[in-house]
């Protein structure tokens, strides 16, 4: 098992630019998550999926698009890159998306976007 | 809404000292309670979870008791070593929200031989 995989790992955009961040899972999960990653700030989410076809706003979704075509791919679409969205993003991904569950993270993307 | 506060870092311990790291809550309901670790140029991984009041859930040395009354999921060891030198994230889930997780803004322990 690969876990959840995150490609790039490091990316360097300009201001207006778009790009896309995969995310990928090999464990059969339902659900998965965006999160961002600033300085001093924790985790923040930014969208989320309860299955393939289904996604869903989370904290701070303003700038970012999802799709769900497939269970195991879930990317993450910048549509047109701001200083204000240089951080690390994770994916994450759990069993079914219940309170109890564990999450899985991939190893981040680190964006600068100058 | 839901939030999770902790203890303001960085943390710096010698090694076999005892941890302490507070992590207190707010949430409707009753939510899982969790704590994530991640080392450095990592991703969180999952190093213990409770999933009701009085729960205890530990692993590789580390505690933490789901106290519902003072709304708290503290995370402890008893003698750290060099080895646990990472960021610590406290984190909650609600029940009826799909799963969404509420984390901490981290709290970064370094430990010095």
């Known amino acids: 098992n690969a876990g959840v995989t995150q490609t790039p790992k490091f990316q360097v955009l300009k201001t207006g630019q778009s790009m896309t961040l995969q995310c990928a899972q090999d464990m059969n999960h339902e659900y998965m998550s965006w999160y961002r990653q600033d300085p001093g700030m924790g985790l923040r989410l930014i969208h989320y999926?309860?299955?393939?076809?289904?996604?869903d706003q989370g904290e701070v979704p303003n700038g970012y698009n999802v799709s769900r075509s497939t269970t195991e791919d879930f990317p993450l679409r910048l549509l047109s890159a701001a200083p204000s969205q240089t951080s690390v993003y994770f994916c994450a991904s759990s069993l079914s998306g219940v309170g109890t569950d564990t999450q899985y993270f991939g190893p981040g993307t680190r964006l600068t976007v100058l | 809404g839901d939030s999770v506060t902790q203890m303001e870092g960085p943390v710096t311990l010698s090694e076999e000292a005892f941890l302490t790291i507070n992590c207190t809550y707010t949430?409707?309901?009753?939510?899982?309670l969790f704590w994530y670790v991640q080392y450095p140029g990592e991703g969180l991984q999952l190093l213990l979870k409770a999933t009701k009041a009085d729960d205890k859930g530990s692993n590789k040395g580390f505690e933490a008791t789901y106290r519902k009354e003072t709304t708290s999921f503290h995370l402890e060891k008893g003698s750290v070593q060099v080895s646990d030198s990472a960021v610590y994230f406290c984190a909650l889930s609600a029940r009826t929200n799909a799963g969404k997780s509420t984390f901490g803004d981290g709290t970064t322990l370094t430990v010095k031989p």
């Open positions: 999926s309860v299955g393939a076809g289904i996604t």
């Open positions: 949430a409707t309901g009753y939510p899982s």
